[in-house]
């Protein structure tokens, strides 16, 4: 008899468990479905104004940049600093080859790794990160406040050309590395 009855309170306990486990999971993907990232981003859309870049532009330096290229663009161990971005920018097909270097990714052999492929960043974190990026560390006196910063866009049209991080090498500006730290 006791026999019995500890079987059926250990399928009382398991019916419970698998009951609690198909209700987390349930929630789990509503809360899925509620913050679904593009429907969170569509918030940033640019509308006829301007395009409300710096809160997402922030926002996307710190989860996709800064592990590497740190708080302030410093840079650290293996990674560049990022104070010559504005340089880059700003010289001939510049404007191009900061988008393609985020979607295709780098490798140069300067630098201990590689620059990753961000192209998983939709249009609207990358125009907005590279705003961030270009309007701070010191580029912004390089680029002044004159110069037209990138629109969403700007990222979509240049996506789509299967550039590989070594050809993006070959494309870069000659715009001088940040200094050792
Ligand atoms: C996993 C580490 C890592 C992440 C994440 C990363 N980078 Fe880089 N980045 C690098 C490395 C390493 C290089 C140097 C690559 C080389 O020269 O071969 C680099 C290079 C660069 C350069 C300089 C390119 C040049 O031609 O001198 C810029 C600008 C840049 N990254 C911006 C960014 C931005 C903005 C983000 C976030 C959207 C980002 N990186 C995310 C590692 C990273």
């Not at 290229?69 to 001939?92: T, V």
């Amino acid at each position: 008899m006791r026999h019995f009855l500890a079987s059926i309170a250990t399928y009382i306990i398991i019916a419970f468990l698998f009951g609690a486990a198909v209700l987390f999971g349930a929630v789990r993907s509503a809360q899925v479905v509620v913050s679904d990232e593009t429907t969170v981003l569509t918030q940033y859309a640019p509308g006829p104004e301007r395009f409300e870049w710096e809160e997402l532009g922030a926002g996307s330096y710190l989860r996709n940049c800064e592990n590497c290229h740190g708080a302030q663009g410093k840079g650290w161990d293996q990674y560049p600093g990022l104070d010559h971005i504005g340089l880059l920018f700003l010289a001939p097909k510049g404007r191009d080859y900061v988008i393609d270097l985020h979607l295709y990714g780098l490798t140069s052999d300067r630098w201990g790794a590689p620059m990753p492929p961000m192209g998983h960043m939709h249009d609207i974190q990358l125009a907005a990160v590279l705003n961030h990026v270009l309007t701070r560390f010191g580029n912004e006196t390089v680029v002044g406040k004159d110069v037209a910063l990138y629109e969403p866009l700007d990222i979509a049209a240049r996506r789509d050309q299967g550039l590989t991080p070594r050809q993006m090498e070959e494309r870069r500006p000659d715009v001088p590395l940040p200094a050792p730290r």
